[in-house]
């Protein structure tokens, strides 16, 4: 079995986010998504409808996906295999909850993401904290909330749209 969790694309993935949602100089879009506030607000914006929330909003925001990569030719069709097969509904939820919070309290600076396998095998779950980060300030702390999902591995191939879909390979970078 492959896995979402520990494969050079996840990371690349996490990466990806961790910067869309920082508020580094040059880098960071926290202000380009708190412009686009209403597509995170289930109650009363205008989060695409129904279920998955987040891949709704993915698909809105393409920069949500991460850029094409030789490396990782599948990573963007994983991606969206994931969150409208795999991620629980609660949990999507939960993540689309936890990013509008974030942008609506300008307290917050950055928004940071993690996936880390369910080796407890308890069930896939997400994890909200608020914390105070570094983030290469010299020593200037930020709030930020941090959302980490735990789950299980994904397979090394998964069928996404009626077309095969296997993990990318993982002996580039």
């Not at 993915?58 to 490396?71: K, Q, R, T, V």
């Not at 942008?103 to 105070?132: K, P």
Request: aromatic residues 8%.
């Amino acid at each position: 079995m492959g896995a979402l969790i520990l494969t050079k694309g996840t990371r690349r993935l996490i990466g990806h986010l961790n910067t869309q949602f920082s508020s580094s100089a040059g880098h960071g879009n926290i202000a380009f998504y708190r412009a686009q506030i209403a597509l995170f607000d289930r109650v009363g914006g205008t989060t695409p409808t129904g279920a998955p929330y987040l891949f709704g909003v993915c698909e809105a925001l393409n920069s949500l996906y991460p850029p094409d990569n030789p490396a990782h030719p599948n990573l963007k069709k994983r991606w969206q295999y994931f969150l409208t097969t795999q991620l629980l509904g609660g949990n999507d939820i939960t993540i689309i909850d936890g990013i509008y919070r974030a942008l609506h309290d300008r307290s917050y600076e950055l928004i940071t993401f993690d996936a880390i396998e369910d080796i407890a095998q308890l069930g896939q779950q997400v994890w909200i904290t608020d914390e105070q980060c570094d983030n290469n300030t010299g020593g200037q702390h930020k709030k930020a909330m941090r959302i980490i999902l735990v789950t299980i591995p994904m397979a090394a191939q998964v069928v996404y749209n009626g077309q095969p879909v296997p993990i990318d390979d993982q002996d580039h970078p």
